[in-house]
């Protein structure tokens, strides 16, 4: 399952969209263990200029746990900014899911998650 989790991740740098995606979707089902080895790789696309991309990124984070508590800033931004509610959602759902690391958050985690349902 590693060799192919590696084999994933270096998918997540593909120049076609579609590949990257479905990368970022296998590797956000695989294992907790084997995705938050390439947390970095999935990190990326949170930047990305794609709102596919992004919302590739943040559900597969998600599925990091506390594994992503390096990039919670990064996704807390997606949460508060990003111009689609889908991928705000996924962020603010991916720091909810971070368990202790997410404690600071919290607060803002809540309020945004109120707001969102409520528009």
Partial sequence: ADEN?????????????????????????????????????????????????????????????????????RLMALAEKDASKQIRLAAALAVAQAGDAAAPFEERIGELLTDLSAS
Wanted: proline share 3%; charged share 20%; with cysteine.
């Fill in 5 to 73: 989790a590696d084999k994933l991740a270096r998918l997540l740098s593909d120049p076609d969209e579609g590949v990257c995606m479905a990368a970022a979707v296998a590797l956000g089902k695989a294992s907790a263990a084997v995705s938050a080895q390439h947390a970095e790789g999935l990190a990326v696309l949170l930047d990305s200029e794609s709102t596919t991309l992004r919302l590739a990124g943040a559900n597969a984070m998600a599925s990091l746990g506390e594994a992503s508590s390096p990039y919670l800033e």
